[in-house]
């Protein structure tokens, strides 16, 4: 599509949302087409995946609650696969359950802890045998305080910001949480069942029966299962694990992409061979021009979730004339968040933040600035920096399933 006809489209849309020419002409300018289709509503209310180029997604009824057993109202549907969290609802560092994200490949399950048994085998352990519930609550326990998000968490803005569609649910930037998690670390586990030194895979499956491979399952290397703080969570900022997020066990791997800590997990295989399912060789692999295959893999496997920052803010958000104190989040899975810095000027000039409380274990950091709000159309970009020097890029490679978005985001700001 030429620049000429670009514009035309984005009139075309943004007119039939009620948006004059003068407010469209000053979001282009402002904030270029991100501006312009993030203020044509909450574009984080749909999912585009399945709809045909040139047309909109229809929101779903938000009466339908089937999918979970938690209140879907304070988040974003998108259908039955995800309730995403809407960060201007988040005040501190830890995330509330009620306001925790959710990304289901299923329904969430409705298990009864009583009869659920989790089976330890495969040809890497001695002793094969299987734990109740209780068993594994009577275990030392660790807790972990960790952010936990989805591998597609901001992929709508491969499409809003660089004009590029990515297959998946149009996640904006609230597939993520940040909590306390205490649980069973899986080391723990596997030494007693036996495991061998020639192990190499651990497959952890879960018990959403209706997934494709009859339960969802990921691949992780033995020295990332044997980390002490990868764990087997039964409990969530204190209290029991939410039916919603994996009750009665799911696993727990601090700093990587979220589908890698399976919810409702029941069996573990530990394998001396590379173990290939869909999840490491279709899914969840970066896929595109920029990424070798790997192994049996498309591309490259998504593994470590990557550095990023972003506003507490709606989006678009509207503000009146006046100072305002801002807030955001940020996190790494490389250690801790050093500075995060904020420009509404499209990055010409970026101006330092506040760091909020101390970081602990695997947090995200909250920042905050002051910004004096004058009537008219603003973006606001923040990026972020952690103690091992990565800085957020100015651009990323596509890849088509939309994994691992990072770029400052351009957020736009109408001032009344």
């Not at 048994?117 to 068993?135: C, F, H, K, T, W």
């Not at 940040?178 to 007693?192: F, H, K, M, Q, Y």
């Not at 678009?316 to 801002?326: G, K, N, Q």
């Not at 920096?385 to 691992?404: C, R, S």
Request: proline share 6%.
């Amino acid at each position: 599509m030429t620049a000429s006809a670009e514009s035309r489209h984005l009139w075309k849309s943004a007119k039939a949302h009620g948006i004059s020419r003068r407010r469209f002409l000053a979001l282009l300018s402002a904030g270029g087409a991100a501006a312009v289709l993030a203020a044509c509503g909450d574009w984080g209310a749909y999912d585009k995946a399945a709809t045909p180029a040139g047309e909109r997604a229809q929101p779903v009824s938000s009466e339908d609650k089937s999918a979970w057993f938690k209140d879907t109202v304070p988040f974003i549907r998108h259908e039955d696969k995800g309730l995403e969290a809407r960060l201007e609802n988040m005040q501190g560092l830890i995330t509330p359950q009620h306001l925790f994200f959710v990304r289901n490949n299923s329904v969430s399950m409705d298990i009864d802890a009583s009869q659920w048994r989790l089976a330890i085998e495969g040809d890497a352990v001695a002793n094969p045998m299987q734990l109740s519930y209780d068993r594994i609550r009577n275990l030392p326990s660790r807790t972990v305080v960790s952010y936990l998000e989805c591998a597609g968490n901001h992929r709508a803005m491969f499409d809003l910001v660089n004009g590029q569609t990515a297959k998946g649910t149009q996640w904006m930037t609230g597939a993520i949480g940040n909590a306390e998690w205490t649980g069973v670390s899986l080391r723990d586990v596997l030494i007693p069942a036996g495991i061998t030194d020639d192990a190499t895979s651990v497959l952890m499956i879960g018990q959403d029966a209706e997934s494709p491979e009859g339960g969802f399952r990921r691949v992780i290397p033995v020295d990332k299962a044997m980390h002490p703080d990868t764990l087997l969570a039964y409990a969530l900022n204190g209290d029991v694990l939410p039916k919603d997020h994996g009750y009665p066990l799911r696993a727990l791997l601090p700093g990587w992409v979220g589908s890698s800590s399976i919810k409702w997990l029941s069996h573990i295989e530990v394998s001396s061979d590379d173990i290939w399912t869909r999840n490491n060789t279709t899914s969840y692999v970066l896929i595109g021009d920029d990424y070798p295959a790997q192994g049996e893999a498309q591309g490259e496997v998504v593994t470590d979730q990557n550095i990023k920052s972003a506003l507490a803010l709606p989006w678009p958000a509207e503000l009146t004339v006046d100072s305002h104190r801002i807030h955001g989040y940020a996190h790494s899975p490389n250690g801790g968040i050093v500075s995060v810095e904020w420009s509404d000027d499209s990055g010409n000039a970026w101006h330092p933040a506040t760091i909020l409380e101390p970081q602990v274990q695997y947090s995200w950091a909250r920042f905050e600035f002051a910004w004096n709000a004058q009537s008219g159309e603003h973006t606001i970009m923040t990026r972020a920096t952690d103690t091992q020097g990565n800085t957020q890029p100015d651009a990323i490679p596509f890849n088509e399933k939309g994994y691992l978005f990072n770029q400052p985001l351009p957020h736009p700001v109408t001032v009344l």
